[in-house]
């Protein structure tokens, strides 16, 4: 375990006596006790005074860094006008207006507070619009925490063959009737879609997917395997649905759609739509789209829409957009170079480990090559991954425990230097990082 200092360890003693695991999300258990005061910009700092460069942002949403002055400005002006209103208000059409602008399959869109929240509504949309019960997901690919979804994110071992993996419920306290309307498949193998689409299509409402997964590591699709799901859902009248909860204004722009041309009927946009506020939504064409644009299907939630947020999204997406989307590119740029130089010290150190991924979003993996599905994954070293991350924590650098890591538009070529620098430090502990057999 990373190391912590004695007033985070005093403070979370007190949080845990009333706050249920003493955390406000569960993974966040991972790094107690840990506790901090306050973060700008690529840094936090713990209550102890030690500053961190910050590759976890949040575990995504912030991707213009802590307490961008442009979205506090926005939120504080807003706030002093009201807090939510339960009727329309100018900043849907500003904020809504964006997404379109930005996002290819969007030509209707609605807001909700979490990216669960909005799969969840996703799936609803392609159930009411193709009259069919079933969802195909992929083994691996985490979509929020609502039960009719949550099932075969991170299984822990393989369940069942490779072609066709049993759906295992992610946590306990799901009934067994969620597995009934779901069918995982592995990622990554068109064939195995095509002939499960050729027997089933009749049954199936949408295929679900990361486009460009992340949650159990940075893993892109084959070549051609994203505009074959798009051929495939289209020729059975399947919906295709991009979780872009993490890709979406952060592969580019206009999400993994835009970055690999391929356009699906909805995607789910959460984290850096609100880069830190709570806010998610849906995006669709007008024909996914149609059956809540005419009212068949009643969307609801009493904090959609929120002015408070909604400001901060059209202040967010703005800065996002401009110069030619020029925070994008820087974050693409630093995340780049951080990744090749923290290769370069794996392989001049001899140390098992190496990255996958792009950009502003990588991990690093416990093994020589990276893995391209959930099974490959399960085999790498996540026990050497963790060693090394604590270490980096240690030495003033976190990103996420099984190795992933986040760059924002605020990482500087300093953070990316002082990073390389603790990760040479903590290889040349001959030995620590031995892969585990
Ligand atoms: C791809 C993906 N979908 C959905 C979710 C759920 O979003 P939220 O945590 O806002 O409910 C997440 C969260 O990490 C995610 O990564």
Redesign the pocket.
Known sequence: MARVGPRSVEAFARISKTLAQGVG?SPRAHDSPFVLSHGKGSRVQDLDGREYIDYLLG??PLILGHAPDVLVSAIVEQADKGLLFAAGCELEYLAAEEVVRLVPCAEKVRFFC??????HDALRVARATTGRDRIIRFEG?????VADIYVSSYPGRPYGPDAAPSPKRDVIGQPPSVLEDIIVLPFNDLGVVEATLRERASEVAAVIL?PYP??NGSMPPREGYLSGLRDLTRKHGVLLIF?????GFRLALGGAQEFFGVVPDLA?L??ALGCGL?V?AIAGTQAAMQVVDDGTLPLLGTYNTNPLVLAGVVAALRELARDDGAAIKHMHAIGDQLRVGLDEAFREMDAPFVTGGCGPMFTVFGSTEPPTCYRERLRTDLAAVRRFRDSMRDRGVWFQIDGKLFTSAAHTETDVEQTLAAAREVLSLQGDFAVVQ
């Open positions: 999300s575990f995504g979490s990216g669960s929240e909005a799969v690919h985490f979509h929020g925490t990361e992340w949650n979780d872009e909860v993490v890709t789910v959460a984290k709570p998610s």
